[in-house]
């Protein structure tokens, strides 16, 4: 008569595991791409007996990680639970098949949240695994997965990188007087965060408006993984060699982004401080940005690596662009405690805007944090 009864609202112990794989490839994040950050957890009778995530770009993936993890603690994965955030590989790729390294250790079952689109695997993990005897159940945590997930699954389903717009404006959505003046709108702690997302993006993008009235020097000051790329958006004119980029050419890598009006003698000057170009055909701006991306996101782009997360710090020209692309999949805002106003102010897009409501881009909060006077809001777009 009392059976034993869980509560109907009692967590899915697989969530829960699947939680702590999540975790752990979250901690990958900046070091792992255009690699997907990737977590795994082992678990036999109710205990974790090993845990592994992907920890470096071209280095082990979670599952041997976790496998290691698991035999140097004195365990035996074999008749375990594997949690994995993502599809085991079934391909040599720098590393050999992860899908391998499970049956070989004899593992009981697989939990996947998200299956990998990536075209050497697409499923085929998960099927080997599956043709050896192993129990292979999937979308446990998928939603978390996913948006963990999401500049490498836009990456390989759509060949165009993640992109991040961030901008800072005062509490009435100005970004400086009406005598241009704009430092500083957002205090130190908000520039801090800043530097912390540049150092971790695979590249920071600005318009040649930018460059000119800013003279900005793109670095992630404050350390961070990576030092990301700076790319100028270059449709009539190019970046004086005085400029702090272009100065710092042989530094941090610079790349140019140049439009057919661009000449080549230029670019030439501009090679010359080792400020690389990537020529393209479109004459329109919103054109250019998403030829732009494609080329970004393959493997033969400059750098031989394609580029995950691209971060756009404006000006209004390029937002405006790329809003006008579709192309913002995040934004971070910042909002200073100072207010500005006056009709001649500028806001943080340029054109061309969308006319109608019912077309403008729509977003939903993903958090809001104060950094000292500001207030920080990070929105996702929603995709219709
Ligand atoms: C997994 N576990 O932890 C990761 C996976 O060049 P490689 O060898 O590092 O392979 C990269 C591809 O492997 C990547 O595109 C994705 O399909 C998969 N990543 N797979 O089983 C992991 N990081
Ligand atoms: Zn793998």
Redesign the pocket.
């Known amino acids: 008569e009392f059976a034993l009864m869980t509560h109907p609202n009692a967590p899915d112990p697989d969530e829960l595991w699947m939680n702590e794989a999540l975790e752990l490839a979250a901690l990958g994040q900046g070091y792992?791409e255009p690699?997907?950050m990737?977590g795994?957890v082992l678990v036999r009778d109710g205990c974790m007996i090993g845990r592994g995530?992907?920890q470096i770009?071209?280095g082990a993936?979670?599952?041997v990680n976790a496998l290691e993890d698991c035999s140097s603690s004195g365990e035996v994965p074999q008749g375990s639970t594997a949690y994995?955030t993502?599809?085991?590989?079934c391909?040599f790729?720098?590393?050999p098949p992860?899908a391998d390294a499970l049956i070989r250790a004899r593992v009981a079952r697989v939990v996947v949240a998200v299956t990998?689109p990536?075209p050497?695997?697409d499923g085929g993990?998960i099927k080997r695994l599956r043709e050896s005897g192993i129990e292979v159940i999937t979308g446990v945590g998928a939603d978390k997965s996913e948006r963990l997930l999401a500049p490498y699954l836009k990456r390989?389903r759509t060949g165009r990188p993640w992109v991040i717009a961030k901008w800072a404006m005062s509490m009435d959505g100005r970004i400086a007087t009406s005598t241009g003046e704009s430092q500083w709108i957002t205090g130190n702690e908000s520039r801090y965060e800043v530097h912390q997302l540049r150092g971790r993006v695979d590249a920071i993008a600005v318009g040649m408006g930018t460059v000119i009235a800013d003279d900005p020097l793109l670095t992630a000051r404050h350390g961070g993984p990576r030092t990301p790329i700076r790319i100028v958006f270059a449709r009539h004119r190019v970046p004086d060699l005085k400029s702090q980029l272009v100065r710092t050419g042989s530094e941090t890598p610079t790349w140019i982004v140049a439009g057919p009006a661009i000449a080549d003698s230029d670019l030439a000057l501009l090679a010359d401080h080792d400020v690389e170009t990537m020529r393209c055909d479109s004459e329109n701006s919103v054109d250019m940005v998403d030829e732009v991306l494609q080329r970004l996101a393959r493997e033969d782009n400059l750098s031989g690596r394609p580029i995950s997360n691209l971060m756009i710090e404006g000006g209004g020209g390029l937002l405006g662009s790329f809003a006008a692309a579709h192309q913002i999949d995040e934004a971070h805002v910042y909002l200073g405690a100072k207010l500005i106003g006056g009709l001649k102010s500028l806001g943080p897009f340029g054109d061309p805007g969308f006319p109608r409501l019912a077309d403008a881009t729509r977003f939903e909060i993903q958090s809001v944090q104060t950094f000292g006077p500001d207030v920080r809001a990070i929105y996702r777009r929603i995709k219709d």
Request: aromatic share 10%; hydrophobic share 30%; with cysteine.
């Open positions: 792992v690699n997907p990737v795994c995530y992907h770009y071209g993936h979670a599952e994995v993502l599809e085991p590989c391909h790729g720098k590393t992860c990998d990536f050497a695997v993990g390989v």
